[in-house]
């Protein structure tokens, strides 16, 4: 059992018994989620071993995307998928946050305020980018990732976009290729950025819960190159499928506080906070995303709705660059997406599938839980299977 889960698993009825009356039910669903994940109230896998025949059962996971267990091998699937789609030319990372005062806001709105942070900023993107001062492309391509947390698991929004260099124009039909180590000025991306989100707040009928100095102040833009993009796609194949806290930075955890590592921004110098559990726990779900809610959003040539396939973009953008980038695309390092197969404790043998075993939809996922607790087997009459 991982450090988190005991937490949960340990302070959760304490927590939902305070903040009860108060608690969104998202809420209630991944502390649940949590609790019961690799446990009888989840159901069981059944295996049998090739060689020997021997069975053997293992417990499902809850698949809660904000499960800190449930997340192992998702990243490397992802990381391939695009490396696979990557285009061969230099890439960038673009950071979009918002002031402080907007954040309360966010908590109350946090459906509307996430899908506003995503067009607004892939919206100012677009704009300079269309700009023939700027790279004269209307079409970039592009994809987002939505962050919620801060390094000590604060509230803090914001997005993170990888960028290829460039961009088609609809004019000429042209690859415009960004200058090496520039592709926008930040400056100029904020204002837009900021005008882009309090449009879509008036839209929905919300600028009104927005204090004005939200207005009057600048929003953050960052913009860095990346080099060819592997950098920049394995940094954030970590976060796409990663929660507000990995389980390697819990230091310690007890009935009084959770003990976990940190670095400041711009120190490479490790900290550690304590927490009572319950602010722990309060941390960590304020993190949990609407139900449904896309956290990464494809915009332009990289959408999956693009019109022209990705090898015809590949092939067109090494065309107008003279294959320069060719021999660095070949080169990139290799990421194994290989899963050991599950072998026999008994043999070593390779463990076959066989089936899945449920927990009954209703009425036993209490009894369940509290036998897990005991660590007792599941009656054969309290499941039912699903091939």
């Known amino acids: 059992m991982g450090a988190i889960q005991e937490i949960f698993r340990r302070h959760g009825p304490t927590y939902r018994a305070q903040f009860e009356a108060t608690m969104p039910a998202s809420h209630a669903r991944v502390i649940e989620a949590i609790t019961d994940c690799r446990s009888a109230a989840c159901g069981s896998i059944?295996?049998?071993?090739?060689?020997?025949?021997?069975?053997?059962?293992?417990?499902?996971?809850?698949?809660?995307?904000?499960?800190?267990?449930?997340?192992?091998?998702?990243?490397?699937?992802?990381?391939?998928?695009?490396?696979?789609?990557?285009?061969?030319?230099?890439?960038?990372?673009?950071?979009?946050?918002?002031?402080?005062?907007?954040r309360d806001f966010l908590r109350r709105h946090p459906r509307e305020g996430y899908g506003a942070l995503f067009a607004a900023s892939a919206g100012a993107i677009k704009t300079l980018a269309a700009d023939d001062k700027h790279l004269g492309a209307d079409t970039p391509g592009f994809f987002g990732v939505l962050h919620t947390w801060g390094r000590q698991l604060q509230y803090h929004p914001h997005?993170?976009?990888?960028?290829?260099?460039?961009?088609?124009?609809?004019?000429?039909?042209?690859?415009?290729?960004?200058?090496?180590?520039?592709?926008?000025?930040?400056?100029?991306?904020?204002?837009?950025?900021?005008?882009?989100?309090r449009d879509a707040m008036r839209d929905l009928g919300l600028l009104a819960e927005i204090s004005a100095d939200v207005w009057t102040v600048d929003w953050n833009v960052n913009c860095q190159p990346v080099g060819d993009g592997q950098a920049s796609l394995e940094y954030l194949s970590r976060y796409v499928f990663k929660v507000g806290i990995s389980e390697g930075r819990i230091v310690r955890a007890d009935d009084s506080q959770v003990v976990f590592r940190y670095r400041k921004v711009g120190s490479s110098r490790a900290r550690t906070l304590a927490l009572a559990p319950l602010e722990f726990m309060r941390r960590f779900l304020q993190h949990v995303l609407p139900t449904g809610f896309m956290k990464v959003r494809s915009f332009g040539l990289l959408s999956p709705s693009f019109s022209m396939p990705i090898a015809e973009v590949q092939g067109r953008i090494e065309l107008a660059q003279g294959f320069a980038t060719r021999a660095a695309q070949n080169a990139r390092a290799e990421v194994s997406t290989a899963r050991a197969a599950l072998c026999c404790p008994q043999c070593g043998g390779t463990l076959r599938w066989c089936c899945v075993v449920l927990p009954r939809p209703f009425g036993c996922r209490d009894l369940l839980r509290a036998q897990a607790a005991r660590r007792m087997p599941p009656a054969e009459s309290e499941v039912c299977q699903s091939g």
């Open 159 to 197: 997005i993170h976009y990888v960028v290829p260099g460039g961009g088609f124009s609809s004019t000429d039909g042209r690859w415009h290729a960004a200058d090496r180590g520039f592709f926008l000025p930040v400056r100029a991306l904020s204002p837009i950025f900021r005008a882009k989100f």
């Open 46 to 102: 059944l295996y049998q071993c090739e060689d020997c025949g021997e069975p053997h059962v293992a417990a499902r996971c809850c698949g809660n995307r904000h499960c800190p267990v449930c997340q192992q091998g998702k990243a490397e699937a992802w990381l391939v998928r695009q490396l696979d789609r990557q285009l061969p030319t230099p890439y960038f990372m673009l950071t979009f946050t918002v002031p402080a005062s907007l």
